[in-house]
């Protein structure tokens, strides 16, 4: 039940010639598709800010000590500025000086430590962080089409890594953010499941613990297939007796599993000694960030609550605004953020029949987990960058629309727009949903 696939799967363990293939078919694409779309933000990102400045009072709030590069002192900083927004501010700070507040806890140490090391090389946090972050989606880019190639044809695994490319919120795969380190684990992780190279899969897995807070879910994926596949080999058994049953043997190798939680328990250990407080990322997520942890899926439920008061506000012109300056009201990202929702959990409908269900069960956790620390003003905030890693959606999607040439075109050019407009928000400093 749990590995069931779509018609027409591709073979579970590729031959040696077919994997040298997709090896630099997933290269080739994964390098047009991250530049081609990297130059789509640039370009908006650049005019937005040649032909609205920015608001400086968003970047007076955010970034007090100037952390981030002026627009008006050299080409250099204006091709570097539209990197560094918003969150960034705070990893490039903890890059340079560490864990410096209670607030800071609340992001997780693996990318800061890499932009740390990188800036070293390149004497700039934000070359770094950019390199870091470019290379990091091109390796993940070329790692998902691989794995898609293991359960869906070349044309929608071809699509998989476009929608990734192209989606929406895909702007944070170049900032001075950990999105793209993260993803880069996730799909590392998986992928080395399938080829059962377990201690590969741990050690991806505790590194995406370190990365962001969703990292600790791998463990659940992982081990799901350790028990019930997909995997390389054939299961120790079919379909007999119930299905709850593993499918696979228990056996040593299971160990590996644990470096997923102690990625997690290495950061937490080093606050313990450090700072004295194990547990101040959730702390600082609480008392800091406004995050709540309600019911599970309690952020969707705010969110819809909110939908009626929200429209209103908006015909009426009555919204409130995120600052001084910005063009985007709460309601108005609130709307957003619920129809996003609406695109994940059509996504989720689309993949059930076409990617193996343990990866559909893994978005499914990866969703309610995000939807379930709502904050006042937007419940259902950064879904839209959250929804990167839940690659289940994009080849469920990707497998619909690589059967439905008109549907795909319309698809990939909407959300190249809307990444455009994204992107020229983003510079202005103001809050991209």
């Known amino acids: ?87 960034s501010v705070w990893y490039l700070q903890i890059a340079a000086h560490g864990y410096f507040s209670p607030p800071s806890a609340n992001f997780y140490p693996l990318y800061p430590l890499l932009v740390g090391l990188g800036a070293r090389l390149s004497d700039n946090a934000i070359v770094a962080g950019i390199a870091i972050s470019i290379g990091s989606t091109v390796a993940a880019l070329m790692l998902l089409y691989r794995l898609a190639l293991l359960d869906l044809e070349r044309p929608a695994a071809r699509m998989t890594v476009l929608l990734v490319a192209v989606f929406p919120a895909s702007l944070f795969l170049s900032a001075a953010y950990p999105t793209s380190l993260f993803l880069l684990l996730t799909i590392a992780a998986v992928y080395a499941a399938r080829r059962e190279r377990w201690p590969l899969a741990g050690l991806c897995g505790g590194l995406a613990a370190a990365t962001s807070s969703d990292g600790i879910l791998l463990i659940v994926v992982l081990a799901l297939m350790y028990l019930y596949g997909p995997r390389g080999r054939s299961p120790l058994r079919e379909r007999a007796g119930a299905w709850w049953r593993p499918r696979f043997p228990i056996e040593r190798e299971i160990v590996w599993l644990a470096l997923v939680p102690a990625g997690l328990a290495a950061y937490l250990g080093y606050l313990t000694v450090a700072h004295g407080d ?156």
């Open 278 to 433: 194990p547990l101040a990322p959730f702390h600082a997520a609480t008392s800091d960030w406004g995050h709540s942890f309600g019911p599970p899926l309690a952020s969707i439920v705010k969110a819809l609550g909110n939908v009626p008061g929200d429209l209103r506000a908006v015909l009426n012109r009555t919204t409130t605004l995120i600052g001084p300056g910005d063009p985007i009201s709460w309601q108005s990202r609130n709307l957003i953020d619920v129809a996003f929702l609406g695109l994940a959990v059509a996504a989720l409908i689309v993949a059930w029949s076409r990617v193996p269900r343990v990866y559909v069960i893994f978005a499914m956790v990866q969703l309610a987990e995000v939807t379930s620390f709502p904050t006042g003003t937007e419940p259902m905030i950064g879904l839209a960058r959250y929804m990167l890693p839940m690659f289940a959606l994009f080849m469920g999607a990707g497998a619909y629309l690589a059967e439905r040439r008109t549907a795909a075109r319309i698809t990939l050019v909407t959300s190249a727009l809307l990444l455009v407009a994204f992107s020229g928000l983003w510079a202005y400093w103001s809050l991209v949903p």
């Open 1 to 87: 039940m749990l590995d069931r696939v779509g018609a027409q799967p591709a073979p579970a363990l590729p031959a040696t010639g077919r994997s040298a293939v997709a090896k630099i078919e997933g290269l080739r694409l994964a390098v047009v598709a991250t530049l081609g779309t990297r130059l789509l933000v640039w370009a908006a990102a650049i005019a937005s800010i040649a032909i609205f400045g920015e608001n400086a009072v968003a970047r007076h709030l955010l970034d007090p000590s100037r952390v981030t590069p002026p627009i008006h002192s050299g080409v250099l900083n204006m091709l570097l500025s539209p990197a560094a927004r918003w969150d």
